[in-house]
């Protein structure tokens, strides 16, 4: 690959990807999601987010050295006010719409598997 911060769309072409993500990861990160796929779903999962992997993995070939970091193309500055913390004297009517609450707080049920 050329030495450029340029991208060369022609480099990138589809290439053979190197498995880092096999059928367990995918069966893992679709329980987490709480998703059920079927086997052909997970095979091609598994080979869309093995393109993704190895698309950053291209990402980070790119010489960025000399690159200003931004959060806009636009040069503009965001409007700034001041950090203090408050409860936008709104809990009232915010608890309002929860299904349960307690002391103030919304009460949610437990989702996290201790197994």
């Not at 200003?68 to 809990?91: F, H, I, Y």
């Amino acid at each position: 690959m050329p030495n450029s911060t340029l991208v060369n769309y022609q480099y990138f072409r589809y290439q053979p990807y190197m498995s880092e993500i096999d059928n367990k990861t995918v069966q893992k990160i679709a329980k987490l999601a709480r998703i059920k796929l079927t086997d052909d779903e997970q095979s091609h999962f598994e080979q869309e987010l093995n393109q993704v992997v190895d698309w950053f993995a291209m990402l980070g070939e790119v010489d960025t050295n000399n690159v200003e970091p931004l959060t806009s193309v636009a040069d503009m500055s965001l409007p700034q006010r001041e950090d203090k913390v408050t409860d936008g004297n709104k809990s009232e009517a915010i608890l309002s719409n929860a299904p349960n609450s307690e002391f103030e707080c919304f009460l949610v049920p437990k989702v996290i598997d201790q197994g």
